[in-house]
């Protein structure tokens, strides 16, 4: 027997060093399985976990099984960045299957407090998601969706029969595609056939950026706010499709943590999310706690993570019906690895995500009809809370910017909120509304509960930790006047015509083919792209330091700092061609382009004046790699690609002793990428000939270590607790940080890094508590923090006092830039793009003289 027992053991260890295990690992027992439905070793040729599945094997399995299974159906809603599917294997009852439209419209009913009164819930089935993987790099989530796919399409029995006849399911296999693909490559390129788990092995050493994020390193967990990527759009538009009753949300964690469920830390709650939604959170997790029990398995919950921020996947749900369940496992990042509470395996961590995916359909078919009642009366009670709310409505208006505003507009209406054309002009709060480029949001509406969640302002919390941001006020990220509405009277025929798709801003050229110079404003987001697309074609510009006024013919107006000037003559083309390449660029990018007869103007510097600077077109160059911010390199990178069509050219540090930086114009830095003291003194020779540095963010610090400028850092705040306790450590030093707040900044409109603004207070958001003195010579401040800075979210008052009058963004003699905050904050902080658009774009013209 004890040799028996020792052979048993050497079986065992060496099954965890090859991490190979079969699938009877993983499946619950006593459980009957359809031989006509392959189990993931037929088709990927590997057991789970023995390998990491690739995006393509993984999504190739669940379109197969939806071929082979009357169970199953496959939905494509999107692709990725880099055409991968997006999609979900819907699996229910063949009969649910037959009859799913008309249960999808029947389920439908429960949000529309008008027709869910006639909803027979005792005879609908539940909807649950199961979301895995939207970090690319959580690799046991992806891996364990076809787990789940195969049990729900293959087993047999009475048991499965009642689960699939009430419950509908809707299984994402892989919320993030490209990072999953980048990440499988990696630790499936460095697996040896014996795995090493040495936590040193070059397998558990990810390269930059890792595969967490998507194609242009955005985090996609933070993108359900206001969604920017086809990844998140997409998904938005099946969960309004779909309305599942209960969401999963897969994730891993630290490799020396065990497995957390939600409910999260008591009292960090979304004070927006129902009370109803924590207790059923907390029932769910009941079911969670028996299934681990069950397995051994180490679990927490309550600690660690919360759902006050409502733009993550775990808690968008929470707002608006559902119920949504964060899993957080340890994570491999690899296939074996040592932790100080042992081995930690990919099987291992796979079966723990498939148990609790187990655990939530058990948790939906034995709470069903409650949780199908919790939907219904949740739109019921947004109708009713928002008769008692004393806000009845947001107004908002942008009347020198088209185009932001209709990107503002595309977002509210990808949540389902309702927005409507003003029928009259309104003054308000010392803001004039007009009804030709004003809207109106009503509260009384059925997403009631987010529309408050994306206009209020917030500076009271019931706690002083945040798990991410803790203030998300839209109009202030786009940088659009918005006031709320208290009075019913006030409305009374105020909403028109509801906007049920974003206008599109419609360009013009208001200029005749003989027109002796053309001109467009700045003000406009796009009027970058219009500016780079003309550079493009070897367009010669200038741009206005000083306001004039034009008046002849159609153009009768002031055109103030920032204006573009484009002469007729000097150009290879003819005046022909030119005009008709001014009205192409006027309708692709939805600005106005003016058309002048003459030179002279009125008032103001005429077009001849040496106001006007003759710009270079921009060419970018960005280190990134090993050092330098993913995150913030990703916005930048992703502002430039997607938006506004200039290329930007990426290098690693290794590389840049090998330069040719007379390539480029404009040099970029985040974090703190390691380059050479000969690389230092290029850059700075290559800043005397013309070049523009610009640092971004955490880029400062390196900015100042290498004396590229003098910056005065506002030493951080400190602790003052006097009777504090051991435990509370870590929480008490949290507490000084500023989780992502907004703060209200002054302009020099006057001053080239803020060309285009037109109202000289700007919101901006600050993630960090990071704080700079401004510069001695008062014109290298032009954007800074006003004296009572905090617009909402949580500071402390000892932050407060260190940021008030500091410098938001500063330039260093002659084009060197500093902006010390992210203004393309996670691509939605759409206000401050323009202060970083205008460093890359005019920064050629910032000189300390």
């Given at each position: 027997m004890k040799r028996v027992g020792f052979f048993l053991a050497v079986l065992l260890v060496s099954s965890i060093v090859k991490a190979q295990v079969t699938i009877d690992y993983f499946l619950p027992k006593d459980i009957v399985y359809n031989k006509e439905i392959p189990a993931p070793k037929q088709f990927t040729g590997h057991e789970v976990g023995e390998w990491h599945l690739t995006h393509d094997r993984l999504y190739s399995y669940m379109v197969e099984l939806a071929r082979i299974s009357d169970r199953a159906i496959w939905e494509e809603y999107g692709k990725s960045y880099e055409d991968r599917p997006l999609g979900q294997l819907i699996i229910s009852s063949p009969e649910n299957i037959k009859n799913i439209e008309q249960l999808r419209q029947q389920h439908l009913m429960l949000c529309d407090p008008l027709k869910s009164g006639d909803a027979d819930i005792k005879n609908m089935p539940l909807f649950i998601k199961l979301g895995y993987g939207i970090h690319g790099n959580e690799s046991s989530a992806q891996n364990a969706s076809v787990l789940i796919a195969y049990y729900l399409t293959a087993a047999e029995g009475s048991k499965i029969d009642d689960l699939l006849k009430n419950i509908v399911i809707l299984i994402d296999p892989s919320l993030n595609p490209d990072g999953m693909q980048r990440h499988s490559t990696w630790v499936n390129s460095t697996r040896s056939l014996n795995n090493n788990p040495d936590p040193n092995s070059w397998e558990f050493s990810e390269p930059w950026p890792g595969g967490r994020t998507n194609h242009y390193w955005f985090d996609l967990n933070r993108d359900y706010l206001m969604p920017q990527h086809p990844e998140s759009a997409g998904r938005l538009e099946a969960f309004y499709r779909w309305r599942p009753n209960i969401i999963t949300d897969h994730h891993e964690m630290g490799a020396n943590s065990t497995f957390f469920f939600q409910p999260g830390v008591p009292g960090r709650n979304n004070t927006l999310t129902s009370a109803e939604n924590r207790t059923l959170t907390a029932e769910i997790a009941k079911y969670h706690e028996k299934y681990l029990n069950a397995t051994g398995s180490l679990y927490f919950s309550e600690e660690g993570y919360d759902d006050f921020y409502v733009g993550k996947g775990s808690a968008y749900p929470d707002i608006h019906g559902s119920v949504g369940i964060l899993f957080e496992q340890a994570g491999v990042k690899g296939h074996l690895k040592e932790t100080p509470g042992g081995l930690l395996s990919f099987p291992f961590a796979i079966k723990n995500?498939?148990?609790?995916?187990?655990?939530?359909?058990?948790?939906?078919?034995?709470?069903?009809?409650?949780?199908?009642?919790?939907?219904?009366?949740?739109?019921?009670?947004?109708?009713?809370?928002?008769?008692?709310?004393?806000?009845?409505?947001?107004?908002?208006?942008?009347?020198?910017?088209?185009?932001?505003?209709?990107?503002?507009?595309?977002?509210?209406?990808?949540?389902?909120?309702?927005?409507?054309?003003?029928?009259?002009?309104?003054?308000?709060?010392?803001?004039?509304?007009?009804?030709?480029?004003?809207?109106?949001?009503?509260?009384?509406?059925?997403?009631?509960?987010?529309?408050?969640?994306?206009?209020?302002?917030?500076?009271?919390?019931?706690?002083?930790?945040?798990?991410?941001?803790?203030?998300?006020?839209?109009?202030?990220?786009?940088?659009?006047?918005?006031?709320?509405?208290?009075?019913?009277?006030?409305?009374?025929?105020?909403?028109?015509?509801?906007?049920?798709?974003?206008?599109?801003?419609?360009?013009?050229?208001?200029?005749?083919?003989?027109?002796?110079?053309?001109?467009?404003?700045?003000?406009?987001?796009?009027?970058?792209?219009?500016?780079?697309?003309?550079?493009?074609?070897?367009?010669?510009?200038?741009?206005?330091?000083?306001?004039?006024?034009?008046?002849?013919?159609?153009?009768?107006?002031?055109?103030?700092?920032?204006?573009?000037?484009?002469?007729?003559?000097?150009?290879?083309?003819?005046?022909?061609?030119?005009?008709?390449?001014?009205?192409?660029?006027?309708?692709?990018?939805?600005?106005?382009?003016?058309?002048?007869?003459?030179?002279?103007?009125?008032?103001?510097?005429?077009?001849?004046?040496?106001?006007?600077?003759?710009?270079?077109?921009?060419?970018?160059?960005?280190?990134?790699?090993?050092?330098?911010?993913?995150?913030?390199?990703?916005?930048?990178?992703?502002?430039?690609?997607?938006?506004?069509?200039?290329?930007?050219?990426?290098?690693?540090?290794?590389?840049?002793?090998?330069?040719?930086?007379?390539?480029?114009?404009?040099?970029?830095?985040?974090?703190?990428?390691?380059?050479?003291?000969?690389?230092?003194?290029?850059?700075?020779?290559?800043?005397?000939?013309?070049?523009?540095?610009?640092?971004?963010?955490?880029?400062?610090?390196?900015?100042?270590?290498?004396?590229?400028?003098?910056?005065?850092?506002?030493?951080?705040?400190?602790?003052?607790?006097?009777?504090?306790?051991?435990?509370?450590?870590?929480?008490?030093?949290?507490?000084?940080?500023?989780?992502?707040?907004?703060?209200?900044?002054?302009?020099?409109?006057?001053?080239?890094?803020?060309?285009?603004?037109?109202?000289?207070?700007?919101?901006?958001?600050?993630?960090?508590?990071?704080?700079?003195?401004?510069?001695?010579?008062?014109?290298?401040?032009?954007?800074?923090?006003?004296?009572?800075?905090?617009?909402?979210?949580?500071?402390?008052?000892?932050?407060?006092?260190?940021?008030?009058?500091?410098?938001?963004?500063?330039?260093?003699?002659?084009?060197?830039?500093?902006?010390?905050?992210?203004?393309?904050?996670?691509?939605?902080?759409?206000?401050?793009?323009?202060?970083?658009?205008?460093?890359?774009?005019?920064?050629?013209?910032?000189?300390?003289?």
């Open positions: 995500q498939f148990t609790v995916s187990l655990s939530t359909l058990e948790a939906g078919l034995n709470m069903k009809d409650r949780l199908l009642d919790s939907q219904r009366n949740f739109y019921k009670n947004a109708i009713a809370q928002a008769d008692k709310y004393p806000a009845k409505a947001f107004i908002f208006t942008d009347p020198s910017d088209n185009g932001k505003t209709s990107v503002f507009i595309k977002n509210l209406l990808r949540h389902q909120i309702r927005v409507f054309k003003l029928t009259r002009d309104i003054r308000k709060d010392g803001v004039d509304y007009k009804a030709d480029n004003s809207y109106i949001v009503p509260l009384k509406q059925n997403e009631y509960w987010y529309a408050r969640s994306l206009f209020e302002t917030v500076k009271e919390f019931s706690d002083s930790l945040f798990y991410d941001i803790s203030t998300w006020v839209a109009p202030m990220s786009f940088n659009i006047q918005y006031t709320v509405m208290n009075s019913i009277k006030d409305m009374e025929g105020l909403a028109g015509k509801e906007i049920l798709q974003s206008p599109l801003p419609e360009g013009s050229l208001i200029a005749s083919k003989d027109s002796y110079a053309y001109l467009f404003e700045w003000n406009e987001y796009f009027a970058p792209k219009a500016l780079y697309k003309l550079q493009n074609e070897g367009i010669i510009a200038r741009v206005s330091t000083n306001k004039f006024v034009c008046d002849e013919g159609k153009v009768n107006k002031e055109f103030s700092y920032g204006t573009i000037l484009i002469p007729a003559s000097g150009h290879n083309m003819t005046k022909d061609d030119l005009f008709n390449l001014m009205e192409s660029v006027a309708k692709e990018c939805g600005i106005t382009i003016y058309g002048v007869s003459t030179g002279f103007t009125p008032e103001g510097i005429d077009l001849g004046s040496n106001a006007f600077t003759v710009l270079q077109k921009p060419s970018v160059i960005m280190f990134v790699g090993d050092g330098s911010n993913s995150s913030e390199a990703g916005e930048i990178w992703h502002l430039f690609d997607t938006r506004f069509n200039v290329p930007v050219t990426m290098v690693s540090p290794s590389k840049a002793g090998t330069l040719n930086l007379n390539r480029y114009n404009v040099l970029i830095i985040t974090g703190s990428p390691e380059v050479s003291s000969v690389t230092i003194e290029n850059i700075k020779a290559w800043n005397r000939k013309g070049g523009t540095i610009i640092a971004y963010a955490g880029g400062n610090t390196w900015l100042s270590k290498n004396k590229l400028a003098e910056i005065e850092f506002v030493p951080a705040s400190v602790s003052h607790v006097k009777n504090g306790v051991y435990v509370d450590r870590a929480a008490d030093n949290l507490a000084q940080q500023i989780p992502g707040s907004i703060f209200e900044t002054k302009l020099d409109l006057s001053h080239p890094l803020c060309y285009g603004y037109t109202r000289n207070i700007l919101p901006v958001f600050k993630s960090d508590a990071v704080a700079v003195n401004k510069d001695p010579n008062v014109y290298n401040n032009p954007v800074s923090y006003t004296s009572d800075p905090l617009l909402s979210g949580y500071c402390t008052k000892e932050n407060i006092e260190r940021i008030k009058g500091t410098s938001f963004a500063s330039v260093h003699g002659d084009r060197v830039i500093s902006i010390y905050d992210d203004a393309n904050f996670r691509a939605i902080w759409y206000g401050t793009n323009k202060i970083f658009l205008n460093a890359v774009f005019f920064g050629q013209m910032i000189v300390s003289k």
